[in-house]
C-alpha cells in the first residue's frame, strides 16, 4: 500500500447532508428552468423528421413562420458556423440538412414568444422525403454492412483451442435492453446576448466545457466568447453528457440571429424521442469449461446497436470489452464487439457507460456453466475469481487490488447467503406456483476515462478576508453530491466547517477546458484539484503567520479549533484577515491529472484505469409463474467505496444506483417500431422503478477499508458501479424460472429486462 499523506485524515469524513438538500425539500432550489426571464426572451422548439431514413427534397415552413407568435424559422442554412454538435466525429446535426438519419432529427427550429406557440408551430411544416431503407435492427444493420466504426477485438491465447480442448463446452445467447435516463429535469438551456457577440449559456449539462466548444463551433466565435454555466441539473446520469449540447446550440443560435434572449425547455415525449439511450446488445458467447465450472475458452461476441451517428458509442463499446471479465480470470478469451450503425437515435453514455452489458454477459456465462453442471452459481463464481497467478486481465492490466473475494466471503456470511438458499429450495419444492431465487453477484468496475487525456481538472479556491471561503472546480452537480464532498475536502484542509465553504455555479470562464462530469470520476479528479488549491492557500497562510509568530511554517497548524502558530492560538477569520492584511494572496488555481494510465486502443492493451471499485449484492426475489411477475423481496449490499468522504452521500448513491439497475434489467423497455419510431416515449408507456419496486428489506454496509492508491482521502468512486449490484437481481428471477424445472440442468432463455412477458416466454422455454 502507497504511503499515507499526514495531512489527509486516518478515518472517513463525516456524513453531512446534501449542501443543498433544505433548498430541494423546500423547493427553492433553482434550477435553468427557474432563472429569470428577462423580456423578449424567446422560446424554442423543434421540427422533427417523420422518417427515419430519407432524402429530404422538399421544405415549406410557410405555415409555422405564419402561426401567431412565430418570430423565426431556422434550418441548416441557417448555421453560421459548423452545423455539429457531435463530440467525436461531428456528424450530429444541430438541423437536418439534405437527409435525415433517424426518427425524430430535428430538422427546423422554430422560435416564438411564448412556448406554446412554438411547440403547435413545429408541428405545421410540410417536409417532402425520398424515403430510403433504414437498418433498425442490429441485425439489420449487420446484414447491410453499416458499423459506426470498425469492429473491435480484445483476445488473449487461443480461445478456440481451448474450447476444442475443454472437457465440457456450451453456447448461448442474451439480448440486453436499452434503458431512457428519464432524469426528473428535462434538456434545457437558457441563452443570453452579452455585448460585441459574446453569449452566456445556462444549461443542464454534464459537460459545459464541451458545450462551450460546440456552441462556439456553430456560431464560428472563440471559445473565449461563449461562456456555459451550471448550478445543477435535477438528473442526467449520462443524458446529458453529449445529448445537452443540441438544446443548448439551438438557444445559441437563435440569440446569434434575434439579439434576444432565447430558452429551450424540451417536452417530455419531444425529449425521449430526440436524445440517445442506453446502448442495446446481442451477445452471444461459447464456453468451455472443467467439472467443477472453472473457465477454460471464452468467446463472447457483443453486437451493439450504436444509432445513426457515432456520438460517444466507441468508448462505451470499448467499456463493454473491458468490463467482460468482470470479478473473473479468462485464461483464453476472446472478446468481439461490432459497433452497429442503425437508423435510431443516437445511443449515448448511460451510467456504467457499456460496462453493466459487459458484466451482465459473464455473469450470464457463470449462471449458465452452474446449470449444467448442478452447481450453485456463486461457488462457479468464486472458483473463476482474479486470484494469485491469475491477475492479468484480457487488456493486460494486472489486477493489484483485488478485494473481491474477501467482499464476497463476508457478505456471503452476513447476508446467510447458504441458509437462505437452502430455505428457498425448500419454499419452492412445496409451492407450485409461486417460486424463489437468490443470487450472489460481484462487481468490479474500473475507474478512470479510457481516453486518457480526459483524466483532468481544475478549481478555483478563495478565501475571503472574513474567512468565508469559496469553492469552484470543473466537476457538475446533478444530485450525486459532488459539490458538498468539495465542501467538505476543502473544509479539511483549512480545519473549518464544510458550511463555511460555498460552492459556486460551474462556469468556463472561472475553470476552463473541463471534462465531463462522468466515469465515476468527479470526486476523485475535481476533489484533488480543490484539495491541491486550498493546500497552496494553506501553504502561503502557514508561512506568514510562520513569520509573524516566530516559529516553523510545520509547527503552524489548522485545527477545528482554530489556527496554531507557535504559542499563538487565533480563528480562521482572524487568521485569513492577518494575511490579507500582510498582502498573503488568499487565492489560488488547483490542477490534478490522474496517474498511471496509458492505453493503446489499437491493439486494446495497456492500463486504462487507476484503481478498481468493488462490490457485491445479494437479491432474494419471488416470482409468480402465473403472470410472469416478481417482487424483489430483500437485498444485501456490501460496497467498496474506500475511506468515505461521505458516507451519507455514498449509501444514498448505492441505493439509487442499485434501483435504477434494477429498472433497467425488469421494468424499462425501450422499443423501436419497423419503421423506427420510438414505442415508449412518455411516462405512460415507459415504466420507471417506483417506491413499491424497491425491495421491502435492504441493508447497505460500506467496505471497510482505504484505497491503495493515493485518491483523495483513500476514497474510491461511487457513482457507476452500484447500478451493476443489480445484476443480482436478474441473476434470482433467472433462478426463479429455473426452478420450475429443476431436472431440466438448463438455463432460461431469459432476456433483460424481465419484464413479465419475458419471464413467462422463459418459463414456456422451460415447460418445453
Not at 78 to 83: A, I, Q, S, V, Y
Not at 119 to 126: F, I, P, T, W
Not at 583 to 597: D, K
Not at 609 to 624: I, K, N, P, R, T
Request: some cysteine.
Amino acid at each position: 500500500m502507497a504511503e499515507s499523506n499526514p495531512l489527509w485524515p486516518e478515518a472517513a469524513m463525516p456524513a453531512l447532508p446534501h449542501d443543498s438538500a433544505h433548498l430541494h425539500v423546500a423547493g427553492l432550489a433553482r434550477y435553468v428552468d427557474d432563472e429569470p426571464e428577462l423580456p423578449g426572451t424567446l422560446h424554442l422548439a423543434f421540427g422533427l423528421s417523420s422518417e427515419a431514413r430519407a432524402r429530404i427534397v422538399g421544405l415549406d415552413l410557410d405555415a409555422v413562420r405564419a402561426f401567431p407568435g412565430v418570430v423565426a424559422v431556422y434550418t441548416a442554412a441557417d448555421t453560421p458556423g459548423e452545423n455539429n454538435v457531435g463530440p467525436i466525429a461531428h456528424d450530429d446535426r444541430v438541423l437536418a440538412d439534405g437527409e435525415v438519419v433517424s426518427h425524430g432529427q430535428p430538422v427546423y427550429l422554430v422560435a416564438a414568444e411564448t412556448r406554446a406557440s412554438a411547440r403547435k408551430a413545429a408541428r405545421l411544416g410540410r417536409v417532402t422525403y425520398e424515403p430510403l431503407e433504414p437498418a433498425i435492427t442490429v441485425e439489420q444493420a449487420r446484414a447491410a454492412g453499416q458499423r459506426i466504426e470498425a469492429d473491435q477485438r480484445m483476445a488473449r491465447g487461443d480461445a478456440e483451442a481451448a474450447l476444442v480442448a475443454a472437457e465440457h463446452r456450451l453456447a448461448g445467447s442474451l439480448r440486453i435492453g436499452a434503458q431512457d435516463h428519464f432524469y426528473l429535469e428535462g434538456q434545457v438551456a437558457h441563452a443570453r446576448p452579452g455585448e460585441d457577440g459574446q453569449i452566456h449559456v445556462v444549461s443542464s449539462s454534464q459537460h459545459p466545457s464541451e458545450v462551450q466548444h460546440l456552441v462556439a463551433h456553430l456560431l464560428g466565435r472563440p471559445s473565449a466568447d461563449v461562456t456555459v454555466e451550471v448550478r445543477r441539473m435535477g438528473g442526467a446520469f449520462g443524458g446529458k453528457e453529449s445529448q445537452a449540447a443540441l438544446f443548448a446550440a439551438a438557444a445559441a443560435l437563435v440569440v446569434h440571429h434575434t439579439g434576444r434572449p432565447a430558452k429551450f425547455r424540451c417536452d417530455r415525449d419531444d425529449d425521449m424521442i430526440v436524445t440517445g439511450k442506453r446502448h442495446d446488445f446481442e451477445v452471444d458467447y461459447e464456453v468451455g469449461h472443467d467439472a467443477e465450472g472453472r473457465l477454460g475458452g471464452v468467446k463472447l461476441r457483443f453486437g451493439g446497436r450504436c444509432g445513426a451517428t457515432m456520438d460517444l458509442s466507441p468508448g462505451i463499446n470499448d467499456r463493454t470489452m473491458f468490463h467482460a471479465d468482470n470479478c473473473y480470470f479468462l485464461p483464453e478469451v476472446e472478446i468481439l464487439s461490432e459497433r452497429l450503425k442503425t437508423n435510431t437515435v443516437s445511443a449515448t453514455a448511460f451510467r456504467g457507460f457499456g460496462g453493466p452489458q459487459g458484466m451482465l454477459a459473464i455473469e450470464r456465462v457463470c449462471d449458465h456453466v452452474a446449470a449444467r453442471l448442478g452447481l450453485d452459481p456463486l461457488d462457479v463464481r468464486i472458483r473463476n475469481l482474479y486470484g494469485p497467478g491469475r491477475e492479468l486481465t484480457p487488456y493486460g492490466m494486472t489486477i493489484e487490488d483485488n478485494i473481491a473475494p474477501q467482499i464476497i466471503a463476508q457478505l456471503r456470511e452476513t447476508a446467510r447467503y447458504d441458509a437462505r438458499r437452502e430455505s428457498i429450495a425448500a419454499f419452492n419444492a412445496g409451492s407450485p406456483v409461486l417460486k424463489k431465487g437468490i443470487a450472489l453477484t460481484p462487481v468490479k468496475f474500473g475507474i478512470s476515462f479510457t481516453t486518457t487525456h480526459l483524466n483532468q481538472a481544475g478549481a478555483l479556491v478563495h478565501v475571503y478576508a472574513d474567512g468565508s471561503i469559496q469553492a469552484n472546480h470543473g466537476g457538475t452537480e446533478m444530485g450525486q453530491g459532488l459539490h458538498i464532498k468539495i465542501a467538505q475536502i476543502v473544509a479539511d484542509v483549512f480545519g473549518v466547517s464544510a458550511d463555511t465553504v460555498r460552492i459556486t455555479a460551474t462556469r468556463t470562464d472561472k475553470v476552463p477546458n473541463t471534462s465531463a462530469t462522468a466515469a465515476s470520476s468527479g470526486a476523485d479528479l475535481n476533489g484533488m484539484a480543490a484539495w491541491h488549491a486550498a493546500m497552496a492557500i494553506r501553504t502561503r497562510m502557514a508561512d506568514f503567520l510562520a513569520g509573524v509568530f516566530g516559529c516553523a511554517a510545520d509547527d503552524v497548524r489548522f485545527t477545528p479549533g482554530g489556527v496554531i502558530a507557535g504559542e499563538a492560538q487565533l480563528s480562521f477569520a482572524e487568521a485569513a484577515r492577518k494575511a490579507w492584511l500582510g498582502r498573503i494572496s488568499l487565492s489560488s488555481t488547483g490542477f490534478y491529472a490522474t496517474p498511471e494510465i496509458e492505453y493503446d486502443r489499437a491493439s486494446h492493451r495497456g492500463r486504462p484505469f487507476y484503481y478498481f471499485a468493488y462490490g457485491a449484492a445479494v437479491s432474494e426475489v419471488v416470482l409468480d409463474t402465473l403472470t410472469g411477475e416478481h417482487k424483489v423481496l430483500a437485498v444485501d449490499i456490501l460496497h467498496d467505496v474506500g475511506r468515505s468522504l461521505n458516507p451519507a452521500i455514498d449509501r444514498g448513491q448505492i441505493e439509487g444506483g442499485f434501483v435504477q439497475g434494477q429498472g433497467w434489467l425488469t421494468t424499462e423497455v425501450v422499443e423501436w417500431d419497423a419503421k423506427g419510431r420510438l414505442l415508449n416515449h412518455s411516462p405512460a408507456t415507459y415504466k420507471v422503478p417506483t417506491a413499491s419496486d424497491r425491495p421491502k428489506r435492504m441493508r447497505i454496509d460500506l467496505w471497510d477499508g482505504a484505497n491503495d492508491k493515493p485518491t483523495i482521502h483513500r476514497s474510491k468512486a461511487v457513482g457507476e458501479p452500484p447500478l451493476m449490484l443489480a445484476n443480482s437481481v436478474f441473476c434470482a428471477i433467472s433462478a426463479a424460472i429455473a426452478a420450475t424445472a429443476p431436472e431440466v440442468r438448463e438455463l432460461p432463455q431469459l432476456d433483460a429486462p424481465a419484464t413479465p412477458e419475458a419471464v413467462l416466454r422463459a418459463l414456456a422455454g422451460m415447460r418445453a
